[in-house]
């Protein structure tokens, strides 16, 4: 049973390239989330997903763009990174609490 | 506007010795609480977490967290550390049932000395 996993596990972008990390959960949960973890300052929500077809902004929005492809999976897009945005990625799924996590994505855009 | 604050970003203690993280909430209603533990280039993984019902909550490797309304605190302590304790922590908490809307602390990082 993988639970939540997420690719890739590190990448690097140079400014205003664009990617996506993608996020695939087996644990039939409806609801998906994308976190966003910088020292210091604990997780912090950027889009999550209640359902299938559905998405919200969370706390950290800006500069970002997501797709809930179907139940399983919900990827999170970059459409031109900034530096800003390195970060430590994190997926998750829940059906109510608590949240699952993946290991998370490393980025750095220099 | 709801928050969860997490006293101390480093907490260093003896192997065999007692673990405190300290975790307080605001809230205007009891929140659920949860601790999460990280470790090195890992996601986080559920230690324990309080819903509804008795307030001392026990979870996973020894750690407990007790639910003091009255202090709005919900602070992990294990009685003895292991070295494989060292990881961070994260103290979240949210209004029941909304996870889109669970806040979570800065984290400690617990060292634990040989």
């Known amino acids: 049973n993988a639970g939540v996993t997420q690719t890739p596990k590190f990448q690097v972008l140079k400014t205003g390239q664009s990617m996506t990390l993608q996020c695939a959960q087996d644990m039939n949960h409806n609801s998906m989330y994308w976190y966003r973890q910088d020292p210091g300052m604990g997780l912090r929500l950027i889009y999550y997903?209640?359902?299938?077809?559905?998405?919200d902004k969370g706390e950290v929005p800006n500069g970002y763009n997501v797709s809930r492809l179907n139940k399983r999976e919900f990827s999170l897009r970059l459409e031109s990174a900034a530096p800003s945005q390195t970060s430590v990625y994190f997926c998750a799924s829940s059906d109510g609490a608590p949240l699952h996590f993946g290991n998370g994505t490393r980025l750095t855009v220099t | 506007a709801q928050s969860v604050t997490q006293l101390g970003s480093h907490v260093s203690v003896s192997e065999g010795a007692l673990v405190l993280l300290r975790c307080n909430y605001s809230?205007?209603?009891?929140?659920?609480l949860f601790w999460y533990v990280q470790y090195p280039n890992q996601g986080l993984q559920l230690l324990l977490k309080?819903?509804?019902?008795?307030?001392l909550v026990k979870g996973i490797n020894g750690f407990e967290a007790e639910f003091k309304k009255s202090e709005t605190s919900f602070h992990l302590t294990k009685p003895s550390a292991h070295m494989s304790d060292a990881a961070e922590y994260f103290c979240?908490?949210?209004?029941?049932?909304?996870?889109?809307?669970?806040?979570f602390g800065t984290g400690t990082l617990l060292a634990v000395q040989p």
């Open positions: 309080y819903t509804t019902g008795a307030t």
């Open positions: 809230s205007s209603v009891p929140p659920y």
């Open positions: 997903s209640a359902s299938e077809g559905t998405t």
């Open positions: 979240a908490g949210g209004p029941g049932g909304a996870t889109n809307k669970l806040i």
